[in-house]
């Protein structure tokens, strides 16, 4: 059996494990997603294309615009509606004051978020303190009650919240009865309706000549109910309090979405949320090891080390220092010191030494950050031995130091 035979071999049994694998994973792999998506195009059960299709046959004229581009919207509408149906959208102040100057004007704007629209209510109601956050209602069943019976379908609507194929208990979020009563009663807010005749879902507010109305539910209009007769009926309650005109629809960026895993910072959460994404990824992983299983074995010899170059430059200045000394040459070494001791100074500080004298040494006293007396000494020593022949050892010497001292102290 040849090597050619074999390497063939391993090669089809790899790619049938890997698409035996990706098979397996794909016939694992649920067909639906039981998180919710706040998107008009998703299809999910907790998806909005049902909604979005029952608001488009109602009507046609519908503008997407999104949470940053609310100056998008009309106001010179009178008659036009905003809705945004999300996990939360963070509006900042300047497109509060868009939403709340195209209310004005006698618009609709109609929100279902999971968290309160707190920065929106308190420029609307600022002593309405308490009906900033919700209150939650455990269960797995609930009922819808209208506080108006001329709606469409007024009879109490009944939901139960689904998790793959079972009927399991979700947080209903919404407002105590007491802030109506109480905090509301001199004020145009309005409940609209109730779960279980405990907490209130959903409710209006007069602003100028338009309305707000906050829904406290989104999970409601998505695809798992709005196919059913009850989240139809539900929709169409909520419809009737809405404006015949124009809809501006927000346009959801899925990055904003509750479920969105992009915000706990998890990439590997990412990863594995997606089949394709995993699929790729164990893929990868399997390539991997095949590669180390196979490649791992050294395929040349041994690479000789070779030793790194030595640097002899600062035996060669020792070996020149050394000839200058011995003949005494004291003033060629202090002119060597010189050029590099200004070469330093280009380089480190990016000046020009070319300048007059003094001036240069203003300007290596700033830069440096060292008493002008100090640079003044060590040029004098400078010029002391490198214009005298005769200079001597200890001249030398008393320079080397104060460059040292020099180099030492500059900043």
């Keep these: 059996m040849n090597k050619n035979f074999i390497t063939i071999l391993l090669v089809i049994l790899v790619c049938g494990g890997i698409a035996t694998f990706v098979f397996y994973v794909k016939a694992r792999t649920p067909k639906y997603k039981w998180e919710t998506e706040f998107s008009k195009k998703s299809e999910q059960p907790y998806g909005l294309k049902s909604f979005y299709k029952l608001l488009?046959?109602?009507?046609?004229?519908?503008?997407?615009?999104?949470?940053?581009?609310?100056?998008?919207?009309?106001?010179?509408?009178?008659?036009?509606?905003?809705?945004?149906?999300?996990?939360?959208?963070d509006l900042d102040s300047i497109n509060i004051n868009y939403l709340l100057e195209y209310i004005k004007n006698g618009n609709k704007v109609f929100i279902s978020w999971n968290e309160s629209p707190i920065y929106l209510l308190e420029r609307i109601l600022p002593a309405a303190d308490s009906?900033?956050?919700?209150?939650?209602?455990?269960?797995?069943?609930?009922?819808?009650?209208?506080?108006?019976?001329?709606?469409?379908f007024p009879e109490k609507i009944n939901f139960q919240h689904q998790y793959l194929k079972n009927i399991t208990p979700i947080n209903w979020p919404g407002?105590?009865?007491?802030?109506?009563?109480?905090?509301?009663?001199?004020?145009?807010?309005?409940?609209?309706?109730?779960?279980?005749?405990?907490?209130?879902?959903?409710?209006?507010?007069?602003?100028?000549?338009?309305?707000?109305?906050?829904?406290?539910?989104?999970?409601?209009?998505?695809?798992?109910?709005?196919?059913q007769k009850n989240g139809f009926k539900n929709t169409n309650n909520i419809f009737s309090y809405l404006n015949n005109g124009k809809i501006y629809w927000n346009e959801v960026d899925f990055n904003h979405q509750n479920n969105d895993v992009s915000s706990d910072g998890n990439p590997l959460k990412f990863l594995f949320s997606h089949y394709t994404l995993k699929t790729g990824w164990y893929v990868f992983l399997i390539s991997i090891f095949m590669f180390i299983l196979f490649r791992s074995k050294r395929e040349q010899?041994?690479?000789?080390?070779?030793?790194?170059?030595?640097?002899?430059?600062?035996?060669?200045?020792?070996?020149?220092?050394?000839?200058?000394?011995?003949?005494?040459?004291?003033?060629?070494?202090?002119?060597?010191?010189?050029?590099?001791?200004?070469?330093?100074?280009?380089?480190?500080?990016?000046?020009?030494?070319?300048?007059?004298?003094?001036?240069?040494?203003?300007?290596?006293?700033?830069?440096?950050?060292?008493?002008?007396?100090?640079?003044?000494?060590?040029?004098?020593?400078?010029?002391?031995?490198?214009?005298?022949?005769n200079a001597k050892s200890k001249d030398l010497v008393k320079l080397y130091q104060a460059l040292e001292n020099f180099n030492n102290i500059k900043k």
């Design 175 to 227: 407002y105590a009865f007491g802030y109506f009563d109480k905090t509301f009663s001199s004020q145009n807010v309005i409940p609209i309706s109730y779960i279980n005749d405990s907490i209130v879902n959903c409710f209006s507010i007069s602003y100028g000549k338009g309305t707000l109305i906050i829904h406290s539910n989104p999970i409601v209009f998505t695809n798992i109910f709005m196919i």
């Design 56 to 89: 488009k046959e109602q009507n046609n004229d519908i503008k997407s615009v999104s949470s940053n581009e609310l100056n998008l919207l009309d106001t010179s509408d009178t008659n036009s509606n905003f809705i945004a149906i999300d996990s939360y959208i």
């Design 131 to 152: 009906i900033y956050v919700y209150d939650f209602f455990e269960r797995s069943i609930i009922n819808v009650n209208f506080s108006s019976s001329q709606l469409p």
């Design 301 to 389: 010899r041994i690479i000789p080390i070779i030793y790194k170059n030595k640097n002899t430059s600062i035996e060669f200045v020792k070996a020149i220092g050394s000839l200058y000394f011995q003949k005494k040459a004291h003033h060629n070494i202090a002119n060597e010191l010189y050029n590099i001791f200004l070469a330093d100074i280009r380089t480190r500080y990016n000046m020009v030494t070319a300048d007059k004298k003094e001036e240069l040494i203003e300007l290596i006293s700033s830069r440096t950050e060292i008493n002008k007396e100090v640079i003044v000494d060590l040029f004098k020593l400078f010029s002391d031995v490198k214009y005298n022949v």
